[in-house]
């Protein structure tokens, strides 16, 4: 049982070009979510998808698109790399059925954009 | 929209010390609050979830509580050892309706031995 993957783990990207971060759960989980952790910011919601088939904007998503592939697989891509978009991005999962809606985090991706 | 902040955001103690770190949200119309451990260059840990209808939860040398009332929670660590040394983060959802959470920047904990 893995928990939550991400792919890659570190990323250098010169500005302009386009990448998409790969996140999978193995946990059945129905919710997925993106987040993005700056210094002296804290951790920021990016996107999330409720269930298989849906996805809403958090509170920083301009510049990012998602993918929920299917229900195990969460993705985010970047069109056009800024140097803004330097940060470290978790992904992470929950599910309410049992009634408790504990989020697992991934070990995250190191995206520089130079 | 949710705030969070966490009190104290540097922390160093010796070893053997009990502490408490603080967290303060601003919209307490919320089912759960999660308590996460991050270590420098890691993901996140969870460490303690506790549900609305509770008002305190256990895990080990930890403790947490949460008060709606007031918009609080604390975090309790007991008997602070090296290895407890990382960065605490509180996390309530964004409102009772949401399952995305807000972080507050955190309590970065330094035990020394």
């Known amino acids: 049982n893995a928990g939550v993957t991400q792919t890659p783990k570190f990323q250098v990207l010169k500005t302009g070009q386009s990448m998409t971060l790969q996140c999978a759960q193995d946990?059945?989980?129905?919710?997925m979510y993106w987040y993005r952790q700056d210094p002296g910011m804290g951790l920021r919601l990016i996107y999330y998808?409720?269930?298989?088939?849906?996805?809403d904007k958090g509170e920083v998503p301009n510049g990012y698109n998602v993918s929920r592939l299917n229900k195990r697989e969460f993705s985010l891509r970047l069109e056009s790399a800024a140097p803004s978009q330097t940060s470290v991005y978790f992904c992470?999962?929950?599910?309410?059925?049992?009634?408790?809606?504990?989020?697992?985090f991934g070990p995250g991706t190191r995206l520089t954009v130079t | 929209k949710q705030e969070v902040t966490q009190i104290p955001a540097a922390l160093s103690v010796p070893e053997g010390e009990n502490l408490v770190l603080n967290c303060s949200f601003t919209?307490?119309?919320?089912?759960?609050l999660q308590w996460f451990r991050q270590d420098p260059g890691k993901g996140l840990t969870s460490l303690l979830l506790?549900?609305?209808?509770?008002r305190e939860q256990t895990s080990g040398r930890l403790n947490a509580s949460l008060d709606k009332s007031s918009g609080r929670s604390t975090l309790y660590i007991a008997a602070s050892q090296p290895g407890d040394s990382a960065t605490y983060l509180c996390?309530?959802?964004?409102?009772?309706?949401?399952?995305?959470?807000?972080f507050g920047k955190g309590t970065t904990l330094s035990v020394s031995s």
């Open positions: 919209d307490s119309a919320i089912y759960n």
């Open positions: 996390a309530p959802p964004a409102n009772q309706a949401g399952t995305a959470l807000i």
């Open positions: 506790i549900q609305s209808s509770q």
């Open positions: 946990m059945n989980h129905n919710s």
């Open positions: 992470a999962s929950s599910d309410m059925g049992q009634g408790v809606d504990e989020q697992y």
């Open positions: 998808s409720a269930s298989e088939g849906t996805t």
